[in-house]
């Protein structure tokens, strides 16, 4: 059909056209313009030929080829921000699983969290962040330390009551053995004066600190740690006192060097366990020929075999057989004193022998110049026998 219409067109047009032709002589601008001829595609359409200017028609192209450009980049752009969002999307991934609490906050505002993520984590993995982790941890030190000094000041506290009972209770001790020891009471008075005077005077070196009282919580035991500045005044108070308290006890050291052979050696012990003094020291009628006569002891019956104790520590300086004591042990308790033990069963020491209070030296029988089985027991002071009566004071 083109082929005819061509044909038919070059019939009736001449062959050469001149320039002019294609020339709109009427138009003041001389337009080019392009030419589009426009086929249907069906037979017996007609054909039409669409004049467009070349400048729009250029213009068309430019606008295509800008279009084109813009949606090429728009896709580059998404293929660039595709890949930008697989990559906050492994991150935030790994964010998530460390942070399951904020699960359901990821997914609603899912670039706000991964912006906040990684600031977090480029705050904790700067030197600020370091420096405050490492402060933290010297606190904590610190606060254990604290508690630590104050465990041992507690333990130093409870130390010094546990001295001060102490030497309270050696100081009772004393003067309730000072009671039972004559010789020593003037002595112990003395010491008492000294200890008053001493601790009187040490008191004044205390410094003035006032301290905090540990006060329980609820009744469990638990206390309000005490500060720096306490501990340390706390401190300094107790070293003092224990300071005192040694200076205290060094006095009752140097007195009881003075009283020590008297409390270790005084004869005050009942020599039988709950014995029961029957015949006394002084003038009596004998048992055995029924004259007067004078008594140098006491007798203390108890059945055969019975033990018989040192009255004091001392040393044993006779045992064996001896004319009208029969078995009988004489101990040396120092200070000139000498107790004697006699009509024994047997003895149970020897000659040199260190005896303490309240050893077992012999045991009752009825030896020698008896006529039932008891203990014969004097004293002697100086040489000379005494009445042995005043010197029992306690028993075993």
Request: with cysteine; proline share 4%; aromatic share 10%.
């Amino acid at each position: 059909m083109l082929f005819k219409l061509f044909r038919q067109e070059s019939q009736t047009c001449p062959a050469v056209k001149k320039a002019g032709d294609f020339i709109n002589t009427k138009s003041h601008n001389q337009k080019k313009y392009i030419s589009l001829m426009l086929v249907p595609s069906y037979t017996g359409g007609k054909t039409r030929s669409l004049h467009i200017p070349r400048t729009v028609f250029q213009g068309l192209v430019l606008c295509v080829f800008i279009i084109s450009a813009l949606i090429f980049g728009f896709y580059l752009r998404g293929v660039h921000f595709e890949r930008i969002s697989q990559n906050l999307g492994y991150t935030l991934g790994e964010t998530i699983e460390a942070f399951d609490e904020f699960q359901q906050i990821a997914e609603l505002t899912h670039n706000d969290l991964t912006i906040a993520t990684f600031g977090m984590y480029e705050q904790l993995t700067t030197g600020q962040a370091q420096a405050q982790l490492e402060l933290e941890r010297q606190t904590r030190r610190h606060e254990s330390d604290l508690y630590d000094v104050q465990a041992h000041v507690d333990e130093m506290e409870r130390q010094i009551r546990l001295i001060a009972d102490a030497r309270v209770e050696v100081l009772s001790t004393l003067e309730t053995r000072a009671a039972k020891i004559p010789p020593i009471a003037a002595v112990i008075s003395q010491l008492e004066a000294s200890q008053e005077y001493l601790a009187e005077y040490l008191s004044l070196q205390i410094p003035e600190a006032v301290i905090t009282p540990q006060i329980g919580l609820m009744g469990v035991g638990t206390y309000v740690p005490l500060s720096e500045a306490e501990l340390s005044a706390r401190l300094e108070v107790l070293i003092v006192e224990l300071d005192i308290q040694r200076q205290l006890f060094e006095n009752i050291d140097s007195y009881r060097r003075q009283i020590d052979n008297y409390l270790r050696n005084f004869p005050t012990l009942m020599p039988v366990d709950n014995g029961r003094i029957t015949s006394w020291f002084g003038n009596r009628s004998d048992p055995i020929n029924g004259s007067r006569a004078f008594h140098f002891g006491v007798d203390i019956p108890a059945p055969m075999g019975t033990p018989i104790r040192a009255a004091g520590g001392g040393t044993v300086i006779f045992e064996g057989w001896r004319s009208g004591f029969g078995n009988v042990v004489f101990i040396d308790h120092g200070g000139g004193l000498v107790t004697r033990y006699a009509h024994n069963t047997r003895n149970a020491v020897v000659e040199g022998q260190r005896v303490e209070r309240g050893d077992i030296i012999a045991y009752v029988g009825s030896t020698g110049r008896s006529i039932s089985p008891h203990l014969h027991y004097e004293v002697l002071q100086n040489g000379r026998q005494v009445n042995p009566v005043p010197f029992i004071t306690e028993n075993y």
